[in-house]
């Protein structure tokens, strides 16, 4: 029945106030469906940019307990280590501790990466000449040599092989391993091994 106002009522309930109070739930419901799609990133933003124009990996035996760890300075005297992980163009991936921590519990069963490897990319060209060195950080034997392959692979456009050897590493010493020089293109032009300390102490 309509009032003298114009409006229709039904016993105590007031038809256009629910109307207006279900257009408000609705527009709050809107509002915040549209905010949390603008947080929420994309699968886009969320995709990262794996490319690398060299990598350099060292690798010593599987399940030994040695710390050996990586070094590379770049031609502008940066360097990346254990310590300083990210320097210009170049990133340490992994700092492998030898047996330490290998082993992870997962819903009640225990996972072990035997593995022991270090890695560290260039993600891009930079001129001159590049220092890699390797470090026995921890030594279990004084008297034990580890023997500790180094390869640097030059991946685009295919991948090529730049050096490659196996050190035998004794005693918490550090070996330069090979220097190897790039030009503008990206091009291997001079490779030598002559000594630089790069370990901090």
């Given at each position: 029945?309509?009032?003298?106002?114009?409006?229709?009522?039904?016993?105590?309930?007031?038809?256009?106030?629910?109307?207006?109070?279900?257009?408000?739930?609705?527009?709050?419901?809107?509002?915040?469906?549209?905010?949390?799609?603008?947080?929420?990133?994309?699968?886009?933003?969320?995709?990262?940019?794996?490319?690398?124009?060299?990598?350099?990996?060292?690798?010593?035996?599987?399940?030994?307990?040695?710390?050996?760890?990586?070094?590379?300075?770049?031609?502008?005297?940066?360097?990346?280590?254990?310590?300083?992980?990210?320097?210009?163009?170049?990133?340490?991936?992994?700092?492998?501790?030898?047996?330490?921590?290998?082993?992870?519990?997962?819903?009640?069963?225990?996972?072990?990466?035997?593995?022991?490897?270090?890695?560290?990319?260039?993600?891009?060209?930079?001129?001159?000449?590049?220092?890699?060195?390797?470090?026995?950080?921890?030594?279990?034997?004084?008297?034990?040599?580890?023997?500790?392959?180094?390869?640097?692979?030059?991946?685009?456009?295919?991948?090529?092989?730049?050096w490659y050897e196996t050190f035998l590493i004794r005693g918490r010493t550090e070996e330069t391993i090979v220097r190897f020089t790039?030009?503008?293109?990206?091009?291997?032009?001079?490779?030598?091994?002559?000594?630089?300390?790069?370990?901090?102490?």
């Amino acid at each position: 029945m309509r009032s003298s106002d114009g409006f229709f009522y039904e016993g105590e309930v007031f038809y256009p106030f629910q109307d207006m109070l279900f257009n408000a739930l609705l527009s709050f419901t809107f509002m915040f469906l549209v905010a949390f799609m603008l947080i929420n990133p994309s699968e886009e933003a969320e995709k990262t940019d794996p490319k690398a124009e060299f990598l350099i990996t060292a690798v010593w035996p599987d399940n030994h307990p040695d710390d050996i760890d990586l070094y590379v300075q770049d031609p502008m005297g940066g360097t990346v280590w254990y310590h300083q992980r990210d320097s210009g163009l170049m990133h340490l991936d992994r700092d492998d501790r030898g047996t330490f921590r290998d082993k992870v519990t997962v819903a009640g069963a225990t996972i072990e990466n035997p593995i022991n490897q270090e890695t560290v990319t260039l993600r891009g060209i930079m001129p001159g000449q590049y220092i890699v060195n390797i470090h026995q950080y921890l030594a279990t034997s004084r008297d034990e040599q580890v023997p500790v392959s180094v390869k640097v692979e030059k991946l685009n456009p295919t991948v090529s092989l730049v050096w490659y050897e196996t050190f035998l590493i004794r005693g918490r010493t550090e070996e330069t391993i090979v220097r190897f020089t790039l030009d503008e293109k990206g091009e291997v032009t001079a490779l030598s091994d002559e000594f630089k300390r790069l370990v901090r102490r």
